[in-house]
């Protein structure tokens, strides 16, 4: 057992793709969008190009659904001719107000496994993304009475997270940190002194993607219930 759950007094979860669905309506949106291509570019190419965009306005515009509108915006705009843009632009509104106003998701056993773990443990939601976002898709979810501090970031950095440890009067080898993604969720907590339990999800994002090390120094689960024969 990589981990020492008898320190674990804080557990925190990561939420998209996490404790819901989150990428696989990305995919979808971006298959919406590849359709605008349609006849100009192969799927693939107008997906690399918005990906690429993407990547290019992290930096200014950040996570989250609102930030993605506007690279599907820009990009769509280099792939159509003028006089289809505009129907391009409308149709990109559209996609990005699905995907916000989507449903949740509830991964399979999320919730029973938070209302075994409350009140044994210390519970936090951190989550990187647009606020407005976040704080829907938690309050949409129903299990934000089942945490005990929530958390929104812009970045998942080791600095981000010390921080956090210090807001919840943590030391870090109490801290366990739950999440879908090695590069945001496991590593850098890792860094800032936490123990991590690692949860792949098929659908996971080419930004978030790391290569996994041969003797991993965290809990790899394959389903959120996995956690309680470790903690409980
Ligand atoms: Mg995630």
Redesign the pocket.
């Known amino acids: 057992m990589p981990i020492h759950a008898a320190n674990v007094r804080y557990v925190c979860f990561?939420?998209?793709?996490?404790l819901w669905k989150?990428e696989e309506f990305y995919r979808q949106a971006e298959q919406q969008f590849a359709r605008l291509a349609a006849g100009r570019m192969p799927p693939a190419q107008a997906i690399e190009a918005l990906f690429n965009t993407e990547m290019d306005n992290l930096a200014v515009f950040g996570y989250g659904a609102k930030s993605f509108m506007l690279s599907m915006v820009q990009t769509a705009l280099q792939i159509v001719p003028p006089e289809q843009a505009a129907p391009a632009v409308q149709k990109i509104l559209r996609i990005g107000r699905e995907l916000i106003l989507h449903p949740v998701e509830l991964l399979p056993g999320v919730r029973s496994t938070l209302e075994k773990l409350a009140g044994k443990y210390h519970l936090s939601v951190i989550?990187k993304g647009d606020l407005l976002d976040q704080e829907r898709k938690l309050k949409n979810s129903g299990l934000l009475p089942l945490f005990n501090h929530v958390e929104i970031v812009s970045e998942k950095t080791p600095a981000a997270y010390r921080a956090l440890f210090v807001r919840l009067g943590a030391k870090p080898a109490e801290v366990l940190m739950v999440?879908?993604?090695l590069k945001?969720?496991v590593f850098p907590a890792m860094e800032a002194g936490a123990q991590a339990a690692y949860l792949p999800?098929a659908c996971n994002w080419k930004h978030?993607e790391s290569d996994e090390p041969e003797q991993p120094a965290y809990l790899k689960i394959a389903a959120l219930p996995d956690l309680l024969p470790v903690l409980l």
Do not use: I, P, V, W
């Open positions: 990561d939420a998209d793709d996490t989150n989550t999440g879908n993604s945001s969720d999800c978030e």
